[in-house]
């Protein structure tokens, strides 16, 4: 059985390190949609859970939201919280497994998760504590990269040279599929929506995209580390051609549609 508390200590080490930031800004546009299909207006009360610097949490509270950011690494609590002092903007930050949210039953009009809430090991728990928190009548809002789009496959081409995943646990991708999602949901949710949307990668070539996604953060950074020289120069020579199967620029620039699943669930009422 996987140790899941050893698990996310992992987790905060790897969403400690590198510069959040610069990945943060690339996937801004899904935290825009996630604010639209969630309606997010002034006067609500939203939770963003796993937030990283809180792409979600700034959006909602330029509309006039109350808003409470949380997430499970304390580097990434005090990089958003000095992120939404800086622009001004009312958030609280708190640190918070998205398995053990701590507030109270029935707190928020919405409760959302950009590419966040997924990587908790156990789903069940997760949707259980999304819906627990969230009041009746109200949503919760997920973005979740899919198992067939551009960053599926990443993920699949890099976890090949890293350790293996532990395989008592659901993959994280598994949120990415819609038939998986209303069966998690199932009994929570009174309604659920989905679509598939996507993110635009752009990048000079592709070296310069495997330097974004080996050095920046994230896991894909993390493993990187760990690697020898040609072990790196390995994964850059797949990294390139799984880059050229997606590519839709032919100018020798990299532009490539990742997509996820944006998800809707209406508590009921
Ligand atoms: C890819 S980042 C996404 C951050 C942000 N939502 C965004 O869209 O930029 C993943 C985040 O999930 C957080 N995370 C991973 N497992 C978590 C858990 N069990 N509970 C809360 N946060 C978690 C990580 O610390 C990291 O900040």
């Not at 959302?112 to 789903?123: D, E, K, L, N």
């Not at 797949?238 to 809707?264: K, T």
């Amino acid at each position: 059985m996987t140790d899941v508390e050893q698990l996310k200590e992992a987790t905060r080490q790897v969403w400690s390190r590198g510069d959040y930031v610069k990945l943060a800004a690339r996937v801004e546009s899904a935290a825009q949609e996630l604010v639209d299909v969630c309606a997010i207006s002034a006067g609500q009360e939203v939770l963003e859970v796993a937030a990283g610097n809180g792409n979600v949490a700034v959006l909602a509270a330029r509309e006039g939201a109350a808003v409470v950011a949380s997430d499970l690494t304390p580097a990434m609590v005090e990089l958003g919280r000095m992120r939404t002092e800086t622009e001004g903007l009312d958030v609280e930050w708190r640190i918070a497994d998205a398995e053990e949210l701590p507030f109270d039953d029935e707190s928020f009009d919405c409760v959302t998760s950009a590419f966040g809430a997924m990587f908790g090991p156990r789903p069940d728990v997760v949707a259980g504590e999304l819906f627990r928190v969230v009041r009746p009548g109200n949503t919760v809002g997920m973005a979740n990269w899919t198992p067939e789009g551009f960053m599926g496959r990443f993920f699949e081409l890099f976890n090949r040279y890293g350790p293996p995943r532990p395989d008592d646990l659901p993959h994280p991708l598994e949120w990415g599929r819609e038939e998986v999602v209303r069966e998690r949901f199932e009994s929570l949710a009174g309604s659920i929506w989905t679509e598939p949307r996507w993110v635009r990668w752009s990048f000079a070539d592709p070296d310069e995209g495997f330097r974004f996604y080996g050095e920046t953060a994230g896991s894909s950074s993390a493993l990187v580390a760990t690697l020898d020289e040609e072990a790196v120069a390995r994964l850059r020579a797949d990294f390139v051609e799984l880059v050229e199967g997606w590519n839709q620029a032919s100018d020798g620039s990299v532009e490539i549609d990742a997509e996820y699943l944006l998800v809707v669930a209406r508590r009921p009422g």
